[in-house]
């Protein structure tokens, strides 16, 4: 990718080398936080509606692909970039989906409440936290 915008130097001190480091590791940082709040809402039969949860509904999923976009940057192939949008629409929104079917048929109202408040997989900042108070 350096090569290719006519860049020179040491390529693993380049920004392009950094970005891609830190999507791939910003990516595992959020899949962590997020399986460790689902572990723990699931152990009490509860709904994860905290820390990452409480700006995306789906962070474990947004993780995955935050990885897949750091890998995206370090291999930009034609191959990687068309399997990329494929496997982002087919497994992880289609995977979302099924899943808040059946946490709407576990809790009902409460859930539905939870997606009309927080957004899917683009988190909403700013007033969010005033609007709900």
Known sequence: MVTLLGLHGDPH?????ILR????FGGFILLSAAWNVLYKAQSRHTMATT???EYVRHPQYVGFIVIMLG???QWPT??????????????YVRLARLEEREAIAE???AYRAYMDWVPGFIP?????GDAHA
């Open 51 to 53: 820390d990452v949860y």
């Open 13 to 17: 001190l380049s920004v392009f080398h």
């Open 124 to 128: 909403r900042f700013g007033s969010q």
């Open 107 to 109: 809790f009902g109202d």
């Open 21 to 24: 480091i830190a999507t791939i």
């Open 71 to 73: 890998f995206l940057l």
């Open 78 to 91: 034609l191959l990687t970039l068309l399997m990329f949008p494929a496997l982002v629409v087919m497994m």
